[in-house]
Nanobody, 122 residues
């Protein structure tokens, strides 16, 4: 069974930083496309950043609000994906989810973490 376990959320002041971590298990991690998403009642769930699997030839992508402030990275040996969030703003307050995708396996994999609360407030 594929599992994602997230850690690192919490409360931070505007301008502060947080690092979210996500540990995967149960599949060949380096062949998995990984991403972070966030969800609020107002906007629903939206993509934050994505990092492609090893050898896919794809590129790391960021949503406009994350560009220049957030950095997604992965450690295939540790089966981890990270989201470094700097210069946080109150509008970054959301529940953040780690996501794993392997669309070409049989069956395709589409797995979500449990979600991490991030609150940016004075």
């Amino acid at each position: 069974q594929v599992r994602l376990v997230e850690s690192g959320g919490g409360l931070v002041q505007p301008g502060g930083s947080l690092r979210l971590s996500c540990k995967a298990s149960g599949t060949t991690f380096k062949f998995s496309d990984m991403s972070w998403h966030r969800q609020t009642p107002e906007k629903g769930r939206e993509l934050v950043a994505e990092i492609p699997s090893w050898g896919s030839g794809g590129a790391t992508q960021y949503s406009h609000f994350a560009e220049g402030r957030f950095t997604i990275s992965r450690d295939d040996a540790r089966e981890m994906v990270y989201l470094q969030m700097d210069n946080l703003k109150p509008e970054d307050t959301a529940v953040y989810f780690c996501h794993l995708a392997r669309p070409f396996t049989i069956p395709p994999l589409d797995v979500w973490g449990q979600g991490l609360s991030v609150t940016v407030t004075v």
